[in-house]
């Protein structure tokens, strides 16, 4: 027993002074790992990060999401979204007593909040994008988000809102202060086609959230009681008992009883859903579970941020190899090392040690590198981590003690590793020959293992070929997306929020006689811009006197008769629309026309269309030339358009090529003029569209880097079987250059086999980014076919940077004395 | 004359003291001559022939070969001449074990580009005159040491040198192939190439037509 700890103890000591004394080599085994390991506790934290979503709710297995199953002509069959009538969740609830919550949910974007004093005074203004919902208190006996103060029963009450602690801290300044505070709300809520405004609403604070995890789509700010406002208004609003259409950003969940199944459900839900609806709705509505709806891409959900599980499908695929690389890196160092190390092995054999006690001490070896990469790859993720959630837009932390699960990875991944990287080397250098050893004489037991090397290396740079094409191709889409045509002039627009008053074109008459004085090129006002990603209001709509509503949906955009001189739209058949404040006439698009089943333009002219319910019924007078309605991401759908003054919601001003600075400071002071009550904010049009591929644009960083740390760990796996070669091929070297070899000459000598190798690396890996990357472009609409320079230029990339890597010991041993490699002894 | 070395001084520094390997040489060889450099070990004869075949550099001397100071040529210019003048025998043969016999002969051919169609007449001269003909497509460990010398001969005069310098060329062969070598290079030197050896060996030495004697790095007259 003693002698066992007294061996175990010579291990570690052995171990560590090879260590020592190998520094250089102990050093690219440390530092490659550690980088290949960082990779992988890095994906690992985004990927738990990601799958985490909404996981923290106690019932989460029993928590849906009601999706709505539509047939529309540009999808191609079903497509399912989140938007549900508002008449639904009253209904479910009636029909089915059996469920045991049921949540409605509105959220709300771009409302304006006023703080007021104790006098009603108006304090500050602030505006929120999004955070904003309407729901009721049966949201929170579903969802776990803890109360620091007040009641959730207090949302029975119309007007009264909960805030986080943050947002009440940013509007008080204290959290404790600000319960019993009243906040004034103005914004406006979408039906169907429309955006109405309601009037502004006094909100009483009753109660404060605490801080919201990152880890859920619920990303609340406010949550006002359902039933505030529009949300219980019976004539204009959410309670309309005829309205049953659903409507963007207003959503359902329920929550199932134990002993019911989805499956079950949904069948019932079939049933349910062909009774209510009328005779020419195909729609039906489905249960998805809460833990899906981060990765549904699709349909998304509240917090516009998801990760489809092929993603993740990839993060891991890439940590792997990432990883892989690492450890044939360490093979490929350590069995090259066996030169040196094969007199001790020598040694320690005549001396007695048997294999076992060998391998023992070289996975001893490798267990000690590999903890000290791990040390050093936590160091490296921690520094990491800031960067990556800068890249990302997310907030991940490295806290092992709220997550066992990382310490647990990071065990796994040690034990994993020293398995990986340990266990071929330690039988190479076990095995040695002491008779051949102890004479120098290596070739024969060495050579063996370069075949795997080579195999290895290959290995290692079809994996950088392939990260390197994949990054060209999301390189190259991107590009497309930026600087495809749109059909439209996106340059030098800026939109900024504006706010409709009752009086009709008064307003946008005045702001526009401003703006032109001021040396704008154009306005208009609008509902949205020509391009829209989520923002984008389908609706049914009847042609020509139709009975049954036409078996598609349109996008519909109110805009005045501005928008087309000033997007540069141009008209295919009948004119522009004519200044009102109303809504008179319709622009459509070409494809609108085709889905019609229109051959001739002109043949729409004059036709009546009728939407949201027949509340507007007006007749086409002109067509507009196809131009990109939607993002890339999807073709351009049919497209509807009107002017209505209550509907503008921005101002898209075209700015001078000169003096846009001084332009943009008098429109702020025009703007903050007319609204002094409203947050001054504005958008170029051209960084909006950028943000439309926001995720690509994350891709491809993610590409970048993880190909970037893929060649630099193949280039240090080279790097070391290159000096493995030097030294195999010492002899050789100094006879050839005394035989009149120059150093170009043995450059070469060495250069050629990793041409080969990459050569061969090169054709495993152009079929097969060339298969994943064609797999990925289906995802669009828009796509680019991969030209051949993508893989010439990943090929040419790996060959130079492999050859530089390779030419550095190749000069090395080329420009080396023969004399010494030759000696007589 | 073929080559002078004017007081050729090497060493190393040990530990701060300074250990001389070669001390003061002067030596001068006519062409056609037959030159053993004999000595115990240690006595630097290997070094010296280094430096004579421009593979190791004096610390101190001048080294003229057919009238260039060696030592004042550029690297390439000094490349060039021992490539062109020089050729080496080892003890160890130093074949390369990858290539074929054929292959190794040809090696000095390709570095110095000589036509491809140049290479193989002169390769098959070679191994017409040593008779070994039908072993051109062996491998080195595939022939006996005396053969794979034969081939190590070959290979240092394929490139017609003037020069050969061959370090113990027998000390690994048995006393039958040793003589046979020795007979070769007597042989060449009737030829007209001037050879430099070193050598443990009377018997070797007596092939030679001027025998230098080398202790602890000093010429013994």
């Known amino acids: 027993m003693k002698n066992r700890t007294v061996m175990i103890k010579n291990y570690f000591k052995t171990a560590f002074r090879n260590l020592i004394y190998n520094k250089g080599y102990a050093f690219i085994n440390i530092a490659g790992l550690a980088v290949g390991i960082a990779v992988c506790i890095l994906i690992f934290i985004i990927i738990q990060f990601q799958t985490s979503f909404d996981g923290f709710h106690a019932k989460k297995d029993r928590i849906y999401r009601v999706l709505s199953e539509s047939h529309r002509a540009d999808a191609g069959g079903i497509s399912y979204e989140k938007n549900v009538p508002f008449l639904l969740p009253d209904g479910l609830k009636t029909a089915f007593p059996q469920l045991e919550q049921v949540v409605p949910i509105y959220a709300s974007h771009n409302d304006e909040l006023q703080i007021l004093d104790d006098n009603g005074t108006p304090v500050k203004n602030f505006k929120e994008q999004n955070g904003v919902f309407y729901t009721s208190p049966t949201f929170f006996n579903v969802f776990d988000f803890p109360l620091l103060s007040g009641t959730y029963e207090s949302?029975?009450?119309?007007?009264?809102?909960?805030?986080?602690?943050?947002?009440?801290?940013?509007?008080?300044?204290?959290?404790?202060?600000?319960?019993?505070?009243?906040?004034?709300?103005?914004?406006?809520?979408?039906?169907?086609?429309?955006?109405?405004?309601?009037?502004?609403?006094?909100?009483?604070?009753?109660?404060?959230?605490?801080?919201?995890?990152?880890?859920?789509?619920?990303?609340?700010?406010?949550?006002?009681?359902?039933?505030?406002?529009?949300?219980?208004?019976?004539?204009?609003?959410?309670?309309?008992?005829?309205?049953?259409?659903?409507?963007?950003?207003?959503?359902?969940?329920?929550?199932?009883?134990?002993?019911?199944?989805?499956?079950?459900?949904?069948?019932q839900l079939k049933g349910y859903a062909s009774k209510l609806q009328s005779v020419n709705q195909k729609g039906s509505y489905i249960l998805q579970s809460i833990n899906a709806v981060h990765h549904d891409a699709q349909t998304g959900n509240y917090s516009s941020k998801t990760i489809s599980k092929e993603l993740i499908n990839v993060l891991w695929l890439i940590a792997t190899f990432i990883l892989l690389i690492a450890c044939v890196n360490f093979i490929n160092l350590s069995t090259a090392q066996a030169v040196n190390r094969a007199k001790e092995v020598g040694v320690r054999k005549v001396l007695g040690s048997n294999l076992l006690q060998l391998q023992t001490q070289f996975l001893v070896e490798t267990f000690l590198v590999v903890v000290s990469a791990v040390v050093l790859s936590i160091l490296i993720t921690v520094l990491a981590l800031p960067y990556a959630n800068q890249l990302l837009e997310l907030s991940l932390s490295f806290n092992t003690f709220s997550n066992p699960a990382i310490i647990l990875f990071i065990f796994a991944i040690t034990i994993i590793v020293t398995a990986l990287a340990g266990f071929y080397p330690s039988i190479v250098l076990s095995r040695l020959n002491p008779v051949n050893t102890l004479k120098s004489k290596l070739k024969a037991s060495t050579t063996k293992g370069v075949s795997l090397r080579r195999g290895l290396v290959v290995f290692q740079f079809v994996i950088a070929q392939v990260l390197i094409i994949g990054t060209f191709v999301i390189l190259e889409q991107m590009d497309y997306f930026m600087n495809q045509p749109l059909g439209f002039d996106k340059n030098a627009i800026v939109n900024i929020p504006y706010r409709p008053d009752s009086t009709g074109n008064n307003l946008t008459d005045y702001l526009k006689q401003k703006l032109l004085l001021n040396g704008v090129q154009a306005v208009s006002f609008n509902s949205n811009s020509p391009i829209e990603e989520n923002n984008n209001t389908f609706t049914k709509f009847k042609f020509d006197h139709a009975i049954k509503d036409a078996d598609f949906q349109a996008i519909t955009k109110f805009v005045d008769d501005d928008y087309v001189p000033t997007y540069k739209l141009q008209l295919v058949a009948g004119k522009n629309l004519k200044p009102s404040p109303f809504t008179q006439e319709f622009l459509v698009n070409e494809s609108l026309v085709k889905s019609l089943g229109i051959k001739n333009l002109e043949d729409i002219l004059n036709k009546e269309i009728s939407i949201m319910g027949g509340l507007i019924k007006c007749p086409v007078v002109g067509v507009v030339k196809d131009f990109n309605d939607r993002s890339l991401h999807h073709g351009l759908a049919p497209l509807l358009m009107a002017t209505n003054s209550t509907m503008y919601r921005q101002a898209s001003i075209k700015l001078p090529t000169v003096n846009i600075a001084s332009t943009m400071q008098t429109i702020q002071k025009i703007w903050e003029q007319t609204f002094p009550n409203y947050v001054y904010e504005y958008r170029f049009l051209d960084e909006k569209i950028a943000n439309f591929y926001n995720q690509e644009s994350q891709l491809a960083q993610l590409y970048k880097i993880c190909a970037i740390i893929a060649i630099f760990l193949s280039c240090l796996g080279l790097y070391g079987l290159a000096s493995f070669m030097a030294i195999q091929r010492i002899k050789e070297v100094g006879i050839r250059k005394v035989l009149g070899a120059s150093i170009a000459n043995i450059v070469y000598l060495f250069s050629k086999e990793f041409i080969i190798l990459i050569s061969i690396a090169f054709l495993i890996a152009t079929p097969l980014a060339s298969y994943f990357m064609n797999q990925w472009l289906q995802n669009y609409a828009y796509q680019v076919t991969i030209e051949w320079w993508v893989f010439a230029s990943a090929g040419f990339i790996a060959l130079l940077i492999a050859l530089l890597t390779v030419s550095f010991q190749a000069v090395k041993a080329a420009v080396a004395n023969p004399v010494k490699s030759l000696r007589t002894e | 004359m073929l080559l002078n070395l004017k007081n050729i001084y090497k060493w190393y520094n040990v530990g701060g003291n300074r250990t001389f390997i070669l001390k003061d040489i002067n030596f001068e060889v006519q062409e056609g001559e037959f030159i053993s450099i004999m000595g115990p070990s240690g006595s630097g004869k290997s070094t010296l022939l280094n430096i004579i075949g421009m593979l190791d550099e004096p610390n101190e001397g001048t080294y003229n070969f057919l009238h260039e100071n060696v030592f004042k040529l550029k690297e390439k210019q000094r490349a060039q001449l021992y490539k062109q003048y020089i050729g080496f025998v080892f003890q160890q043969y130093h074949l390369i074990d990858e290539l074929t016999v054929y292959e190794n002969i040809e090696t000095p051919l390709i570095y110095q580009d000589v036509k491809t169609s140049e290479r193989k007449a002169l390769v098959a001269d070679m191994l017409d005159r040593f008779n070994i003909v039908g072993k051109k497509d062996l491998f080195p460990n595939q022939l006996s040491g005396g053969q794979q010398q034969l081939v190590g001969i070959a290979r240092a005069l394929i490139a017609k040198p003037k020069l050969i310098l061959a370090d113990e060329p027998t000390g690994n062969l048995n006393s039958k192939q040793g003589e046979e070598i020795m007979q070769l290079f007597k042989q060449l030197n009737t030829e007209g190439v001037t050879i430099i050896q070193v050598t443990h060996s009377e018997k070797n030495a007596a092939y030679s037509s001027h025998i230098v004697n080398l202790l602890d790095g000093v010429i013994k007259r």
């Not at chain 1, 502004?200 to 406010?222: H, N, R």
């Not at chain 1, 659903?246 to 009883?257: I, K």
């Open chain 1, 155 to 267: 949302l029975k009450d119309p007007n009264n809102v909960l805030l986080t602690k943050e947002i009440a801290e940013t509007y008080f300044g204290d959290w404790k202060s600000a319960v019993g505070k009243t906040i004034k709300i103005t914004g406006y809520y979408s039906m169907g086609a429309g955006l109405f405004q309601f009037p502004a609403t006094p909100l009483k604070v009753s109660g404060i959230l605490a801080t919201i995890p990152p880890s859920t789509d619920f990303q609340l700010k406010l949550v006002i009681a359902y039933g505030t406002n529009f949300t219980g208004d019976k004539q204009y609003g959410f309670q309309q008992p005829n309205w049953n259409q659903s409507t963007p950003d207003f959503g359902c969940y329920v929550l199932l009883p134990p002993n019911i199944s989805a499956d079950n459900f949904n069948q």
